[in-house]
Structures are given as C-alpha cells and as structure tokens.
C-alpha cells in the first residue's frame, strides 16, 4: 500500500518538535556545563524581526557609547544601523533600526557570491568601520555603509586560512590597531594566532589558548582595555557559549578569565559582540545570535553585566 508524503506543513511542524525534543534532553544532560564568575549576571534577551528578505544571519554587533546606537552586520554582506530602547533598569524593550543595506567592493559594486560573508565588525575611534570577511580572506575599511570599501593590506598567512573558518573575529583598540583571529587554528591542541594591524602593517604579536571545543567567532575591547573574546562550540542541535577576557600589553598576554560558559540552548548561536560601561559603572556585554536563515533558529540580542576587573589599562602600549 503506497503511503501520501508529508505535507510541507507537516514536515516542518515534524522537524520543529524533533529540535525541541533533542534540544530539551540535551540541555538536560548538560544541565552541569554551564558557569559563570561571580559579579557576572544575566540581564535578559530580546528577539528581534524585521520583515525584510535581508534580514537575519548575524554575526557581529557593535553599540555606541551610551548602550543604545548599534550597528549590526549579517554574514551575507548587509549593515544595519539602528538604536535600541531601554526600560528605567536598562533592559532591551525594543530596537528601531533602518532596512538591511548591502555594502560594497573596492569598485563600488554590491558585494555577492563568496565575496559577501562578513564576519567580524569593528568601529573605528574616529570614525568609519572595518568588516573581516572569511569566504575570501580580507579587511576591508568604510567610511560610511553607502560608500565603496577600501583596501586594508592583508597578512600573507590569510591565503592559506580555512574556508569557512577564518577571520570571524574582529576587534580594535584604542591606539585604532586591529585585532584578527581564525575560528580554527588548524589542530585541536594549536593555539589561536592573533595577528595586529598598526595601520602600516601585520604582526602576531601573541597567541590565545583553544580548549574544551570552543572557536572565536567574536572579539571586542572594553572600556577597561581588556580583550573581550566570545566563543561557541556546536554540540548536537545547539550552540554553547563561552566569553572569556584577557589582559593585553604589548606582545603579551598577562591575565585571562573566564567569565561565563552557557549550557547547550540556553542561547542561540551567539557570533557578536560589544562591550561597554553603563550608566552604574558596569562591564555590559551585549551579544548577537546568528540564525543562519533558518526557522527554527531566532535572531536575538543577549546581554550580561560583568565586574570590571581589578586591573584597568585602557591606554597601555
């Protein structure tokens, strides 16, 4: 007896409880994996949508000074620029933000194909933005969304970086310097190689340690001078998470912390983030869940508040 396929409704209402199940029993048995250093507190998640075909996929955020301007970059190519509103306890009530603009080449063409994955976003200290990009391994900086990109001289090592697995990670310091990592390293036990961009040229000036399955997909320095590093690891049908801090000078790490590591689900697949100081002296990190353009993901800002650490040097050389 021949049997009628499922309907497409049918498929995926069949998919959606399967997610919720395996999500559910792995998050159970991972109940333990989750940790976090004291004076670090969540805060709260928002889920943000837009009716825009563009919309979703992102992996890098950054926020203004006052916690509430933003731009947010998809990992298709698109910026968006926009403000978050705040309650009276500072929580994320709602986001107003403009439609997903595409940016461009060198030539002025809107970025496609390969050349689009955008990855990691830095703001400059005196304006304009660099992207990271890992389907072609490059930086590139803009003075605006709407203007052509501009060429920023690329490490000889970035040729050779995995596909898919490269510059997601982008941060710059208060000297203007960039700071570029590969989500993988090229062997379980190598560490992280970070490489710096002092406007003239690339060095690595240190490398950072890769453990219990985690891969950068995000960095950002705090108002404290330290290196914020956020990671995530894939494990089953969900993401864990992992933010860590590192206290740089020079060519040298001198401190690293831990600060938080989530459960399986506990949030999406965190890719960016930002860090600032609010408005009660505290460290917040603000981070955004790439959805991949699937339905059964969401695309949602989560923030925590951490204690600065007991060394601040944000003018260290």
Do not use: C
Not at 24 to 31: I, Y
Not at 249 to 262: C, F, H, P, R
């Amino acid at each position: 007896m021949s049997r009628k396929p499922k309907s497409g409704s049918g498929l995926r209402k069949g998919l959606l409880a399967l997610v919720a199940v395996a999500g559910l029993v792995l998050g159970l048995g991972l109940a333990g994996d989750a940790r976090q250093l004291d004076g670090v507190t969540y805060l709260g998640s928002y889920r943000w949508q837009m009716d825009d075909p563009a919309f979703g996929g992102f992996s890098a955020i950054e926020l203004e000074a006052d916690g509430q301007g933003f731009m947010a970059l998809s990992d298709k190519g698109h910026a968006v620029a926009g403000r978050l509103e705040r309650d009276d306890a500072g929580r994320i009530t709602g986001i107003s933000a403009g439609r997903p603009l595409l940016l461009q080449d060198i030539a002025g063409v809107p970025l496609k194909d390969r050349a689009s994955d955008s990855e990691g976003l830095a703001l400059g200290p005196r304006g304009g933005f660099h992207v990271s990009f890992e389907g072609r391994h490059r930086i590139r900086h803009y003075t605006g969304v709407d203007q052509p990109a501009q060429r920023v001289a690329g490490h000889p090592d970035f040729a050779g970086l995995q596909m898919n697995s490269s510059l997601e990670a982008l941060a710059i310091d208060a000297r203007g310097h960039l700071f570029t990592l590969p989500e993988r390293s090229g062997a379980l036990d190598r560490p992280f190689p970070v490489y710096r961009f002092d406007g003239q040229g690339w060095d690595i000036p240190f490398s950072l340690s890769r453990s219990a399955g985690f891969l950068p997909v995000g960095a950002d320095f705090g108002p404290d001078g330290w290196l914020y590093l956020l990671e995530r690891a894939l494990t089953g049908p969900g993401f864990r998470s992992r933010v860590r801090r590192f206290d740089v000078t020079g060519d040298k790490v001198n401190a690293e912390e831990i600060l938080l590591q989530t459960r399986t689900r506990q949030h999406d697949n965190l890719e960016g983030i930002s860090v600032w100081q609010d408005g009660q002296g505290r460290i917040r990190l603000t981070m955004i869940a790439d959805d991949n353009f699937k339905f059964f993901q969401r695309t949602e800002l989560v923030e925590y508040a951490v204690t600065p650490p007991l060394v601040s040097a944000p003018d260290r050389q």
